[in-house]
């Protein structure tokens, strides 16, 4: 499920890699390039996903999650809320956010040779990505993992973070309804 939230989103840099790949090989290795840089993005979220298994079984054993995987705990649901509007504002967030959202300028300043290289470029370009919504990722724990409405929503505006001009504006909105969010759960 992970693989389907965040590969949407990376597929500008991942084409925009492959194109720059086609144009300096004339030869048929810039789809295996392709593939390895894809594979080292994959690496990083398999990993968090991992962890977020993890985290999973040990919510569930402690009956702070149902079986479908949603929150029954109004601390817990208001916890990540709070946690993901906080680090809406984060300097580590843009940062990230900053690598996401200019391909062409990761590409231009990490760009490694070789097939090797690609799978480094694909793992730093996958810890840009998870550094920078790990934290919305975690609010799967509060409205169902298993909940596609919500899994679609969050990969939604996780694009629409990474490519809309007003990305910035965008985050801190929702850090707000975030944190307003978690209040009313917590308080009402």
Known sequence: MMVAMMVPSASPVI???????RRRHEQQGALVATGRFLLGYLTV?????????????????????????????????AGL?????LFQFSCLKYACLAHCRSPMG???????RGSGGA???????????LGCCWALMGLLFAFGVMNL?????????????????????????SGFLFIGWAAWIFFG
């Open 15 to 21: 084409l925009l890699f492959a194109e720059i790949n």
């Open 149 to 173: 409405l919500w899994v679609a929503g969050l990969s939604a505006f996780v694009l629409l973070e990474k490519i809309t001009p007003a990305g910035q504006m965008v985050s801190r909105f």
């Open 45 to 77: 979220w398999t990993g968090f996903s991992a962890l977020a298994t993890l985290a999973r079984w040990g919510l569930l054993t402690a009956a702070l999650v149902s079986p479908m995987m949603e929150s029954t705990s109004k601390a817990l649901g």
């Open 119 to 129: 799978f480094r470029m694909g793992l730093q370009h996958g810890g840009y990505c």
């Open 81 to 85: 809320l709070f946690v993901a509007g």
């Open 106 to 112: 990761f590409l231009a300043t990490e760009w490694r």
